[in-house]
């Protein structure tokens, strides 16, 4: 009796959902957010029960999605589910995104901003809507004696993190700030995070959204903070190389640091220190009107579905997609385990996020403050990015001089901009 009431339940799903093929299709997700692996495969076990449809997750490793995609989109099993991180990762797989005008995801979606387009074919639609800055301990931070309210601008920042650094012995930690690890698993954070802080004001200067040739206007104040972080860390700068994003989040857990640049994703890895001792704060870096800015809050994360794929795995692929945005399974795991802001209309009540560094953000906005735009989607391709990175590197480790990041940052933008273009 047991096996024929799951039967009935898995095809009255498969109809409500209108899986052409349930019985034969499957579906395949390449996840891009290693942090959230764990949630994807129970929600995978938990789909597959109820319908008899096989999800895979393959969650790629850090800073190697795109080199992953590009692998495993070849195969005779590739995946049916994978992501791009805006305009610019669109324009590598847009022969590859099937058209989700139509679909459930574009219905529900809160608000078109949020769907990735070439006219009006709908490439991509994001799943999620993220905030980072610098999450601060401020637990730490009173025993200091600071609170949150004392960093304003990038002066007051300096001074307090300066000032814990020189009583680290005292406050019994290692550092003001994590180890600015510049390996694979934590130099996005620096390398695009960061990096998006220039990028952002010399657009709003100009007045732009995009450009072929970065000027490099505000890469004083990308010194200035970089400096910061890699001088008044738990580390000396020369480590920076082998540190890992493990590192950086045992430091901060361990509390041997007040500070930690990071976003909302990051509280399942941090949530043991307690709501009530944690809070984030813009990232300043010295430009007039600072006071005023918010969180840097926005999306990278697009799902697109494979348009080379058969038929009955893309109807499946659109099918568990629905799924997790209109199940009680599927909110609860994106809203509340994963700690997700979702930009569809099925997450309201208990089901909105009940991240407490969300709330940071509603309440920044709520005051007023100017939230800063995810520009770094405009940056022209990985290369460039790593080119970056290396050049911080090399820097933070005295085997190279700062204007190898300016070289890095601006001439690099050029020529990478040009061969994609």
């Not at 008899?52 to 590739?78: F, R």
């Not at 058209?99 to 006219?119: I, P, V, Y």
């Not at 007051?156 to 009583?167: G, N």
């Not at 953000?361 to 080119?387: L, Q, R, V, Y």
Request: proline share 3%.
């Amino acid at each position: 009796m047991k096996k024929i009431v799951a039967l009935v339940l898995a095809l009255t799903l498969c109809m409500a959902l209108a899986v052409t093929a349930c019985a034969d299709a499957s579906v395949y997700y390449l996840n891009f957010k290693p942090e959230q692996d764990t949630q994807w495969q129970e929600l995978a076990k938990v789909y597959t029960e109820q319908t008899g449809v096989p999800v895979t997750v393959v969650t790629a490793a850090s800073g190697e999605y795109e080199t992953t995609l590009m692998s495993e989109i070849e195969k005779s099993d590739a995946p049916t589910l994978f992501q791009v991180n805006g305009p610019v990762g669109l324009a590598n797989w847009t022969d590859y995104c099937y058209d989700l005008s139509g679909t459930a995801l574009m219905e529900h979606l809160t608000n078109e901003s949020f769907a990735l387009k070439e006219g009006d074919v709908v490439k991509g639609i994001a799943y999620v809507v993220e905030t980072y800055g610098i999450i601060a301990n401020t637990k730490l931070l009173e025993k200091a004696g600071y609170t949150a309210a004392d960093i304003t601008n990038f002066e007051s920042l300096k001074k307090v993190a300066e000032d814990i650094q020189a009583r680290k012995d005292e406050l019994g930690i290692d550092g003001a700030f994590t180890s600015a690890g510049m390996d694979g698993s934590s130099d996005w954070r620096f390398k695009t995070h960061l990096a998006n802080m220039p990028i952002y004001y010399e657009y709003k200067a100009d007045g732009i959204t995009s450009t072929g040739a970065i000027k490099g206007t505000y890469l004083d104040n990308y010194k200035a903070i970089w400096d910061l972080y890699i001088n008044n860390a738990t580390c000396e700068p020369a480590l920076l190389a082998s540190k890992t994003g493990n590192d950086a989040v045992a430091e901060f857990v361990g509390e041997k640091a007040v500070f930690y640049q990071n976003g909302t994703w990051a509280w399942n890895d941090i949530s043991a220190l307690g709501a009530e001792n944690l809070t984030m704060i813009p990232i300043y870096i010295g430009v007039e009107g600072e006071e005023n800015q918010g969180l840097c809050t926005g999306t990278e994360n697009y799902w697109c579905v494979n348009a080379e794929a058969d038929q009955e795995d893309i109807d499946a692929t659109l099918a568990f997609l629905e799924w997790v945005i209109t199940s009680d399974e599927g909110r609860k795991s994106m809203s509340q385990d994963m700690g997700f802001v979702v930009p569809f209309d099925t997450f309201t009540g208990e089901y909105a996020s009940t991240n407490p560094l969300v709330a940071v953000d509603t309440e920044m906005t709520a005051a007023g403050k100017t939230p800063i735009s995810w520009n770094f989607t405009t940056m022209p391709s990985e290369e460039w990015k790593n080119g970056v990175g290396s050049a911080l590197t090399a820097y933070a480790a005295g085997t190279g001089d700062w204007d190898g990041v300016v070289t890095a940052f601006v001439d690099g933008w050029k020529t990478e901009y040009d061969l994609t273009h």
